[in-house]
């Protein structure tokens, strides 16, 4: 009998199938590969680290845009007080400068309403000026409130001599007439 070996030719060829089917490996692809990875994870660590820049920058400046609006409302507030105060510092101005220039009616008549008596006994009825003298008239109810009121005027430090020029009782028990001349120690305004 005939003896065929069928095996020796499959064994090369299984060699050969083996060898074709293990694919080999070159190093310029090995690097490539390589490359391509450490590329994409530097790639993948640049893309986290430009991210997590980008919302922690864009965080900081909503945080900037509220102080920033805060800060907005601060300056309004503080132009409006500055408004305001120079608004007050100007009327504090003007009633010094209507203090300082309140002089001759007003400080004659401040003098004669401190110097009069409480109980309404003594009202004036006429004030006359004509340059340091001041010419009083007017009823008194009670004949001694008349020289309370004089001493009073003198005491008041606006005037220097206070006289009596009239003085007419009534009939009637009502009220007397007086009259009364006044010298000023306030130099009159020439205007």
């Known amino acids: 009998m005939i003896k065929v070996n069928l095996l020796r030719e499959q064994a090369p060829r299984s060699k050969r199938a ?14 490539f590969v390589a490359v391509f990875v450490v590329v994409a994870a530097v790639m993948g660590a640049a893309w986290y680290y430009f991210s997590h820049q980008a919302s922690v920058l864009s965080e900081q400046r909503n945080r900037l845009r509220l102080e920033n609006a ?23 101005a003007v009633i010094e400068q209507l203090k300082e220039s309140q002089t001759g ?4 008549m401040n003098a004669l309403i401190q110097s009069g008596p409480r109980d309404d006994s003594v009202w004036l ?6 340059a340091d003298r001041i010419q009083l008239t007017g009823y008194i109810v009670r004949n001694e409130s008349l020289p309370d009121y004089m001493n009073n005027l003198l005491a008041s430090g606006y005037f220097e001599s206070v006289d009596l020029d009239l003085f007419e009782e009534a009939k009637e028990k009502s009220a007397a007439k007086f009259t009364l001349t006044c010298k000023t120690t306030q130099k009159p305004r020439v205007e």
Not at 20 to 27: E, I
Not at 125 to 130: A, D, F, R, S
């Open 105 to 108: 009616p007003v400080n004659l």
């Open 125 to 130: 009825t006429q004030v006359e000026q004509k």
């Open 70 to 92: 805060r800060v907005q409302q601060w300056k309004k507030d503080i132009a409006e007080f500055e408004k305001l105060k120079k608004l007050q510092e100007r009327r504090i």
């Open 18 to 31: 083996v060898a074709a089917g293990t694919p080999t490996v070159s190093r310029s692809g090995l690097v």
